[in-house]
């Protein structure tokens, strides 16, 4: 029997040629088209947040109306319970806010409470006082603190424009109180008689412009010792 084998090398003149001339399929590079990306939209979340940070900025303008002193306490380290505790115990005058200082800088700025600045680190809870008694209104604190065993001490506060750091809290501390002042200066009118007279006979608008220094003077004298 005779068997015929094939071989499946083609003949040298058959063997097909893979070479190209074309420059398209010479380089290994495939053309490039311009990338193209979506058009981006602010996301519901950072819209939210700046709604939040609005309405903290006007909630901090609107304690500012009558507001007579404004303090920052340190605000790290209280438990949700402590400071639960620390709102219900201030007068229905006084209001306790937790602000981001960025947030209630914005809300100062350009206004006499920006005296606050130096009050600007670490975090922060704001005490709005809308009486004039401060004495009264900053002893709940001092309170709050010899009871709850709190070391978180004041950062500073502005009255009437002026800053005081955490070492000036006895001249706010032991201001007198305006019935105080009213009876001094009552006192001080009577001594001397002939004063007394004289400042009543005076015209009604020089005698409230007399009244008025007065009582600045002892507030101020006050505040010295």
Not at 12 to 40: A, G, I, N, V, Y
Not at 100 to 112: D, M, Q, Y
Not at 138 to 167: C, D, H, I, S, W
Request: net charge positive.
């Amino acid at each position: 029997m005779e068997i015929a084998l094939f071989s499946s090398r083609a003949p040298p003149s058959q063997t097909l040629s893979l070479k190209t001339t074309t420059p398209f399929l010479r380089s290994s590079k495939l053309p490039t088209f311009p990338s193209f990306k979506p058009p981006s939209y602010p996301s519901i979340r950072a819209a939210i947040s700046r709604t939040k940070k609005e309405e903290t900025v006007e909630t901090v303008k609107t304690q500012l109306e009558n507001c007579y002193l404004l303090a920052a306490v340190e605000y790290k380290g209280f438990t949700v319970k402590q400071f639960q505790d620390l709102r219900r115990s201030l007068p229905e005058s006084s209001k306790l806010v937790v602000a981001k200082n960025t947030l209630v800088l914005k809300a100062i700025e350009g206004s006499p409470w920006e005296a606050l600045k130096p009050c600007m680190k670490g975090m922060n809870a704001w005490l709005f006082v809308h009486t004039e008694e401060i004495p009264d209104a900053l002893k709940p604190y001092r309170t709050f603190q010899k009871e709850m065993k709190v070391e978180n001490e004041f950062r500073g506060a502005v009255f009437e424009g002026k800053f005081y750091g955490p070492g000036d809290f006895k001249q706010l501390e032991n201001m007198p109180t305006r019935a105080e002042i009213y009876a001094k200066l009552l006192g001080s009118l009577q001594s001397p008689a002939i004063g007394l007279v004289g400042t009543l006979e005076a015209p009604a608008r020089d005698v409230v412009m007399v009244l008025k220094a007065y009582v600045k003077k002892l507030e101020e004298e006050s505040a010295g010792n």
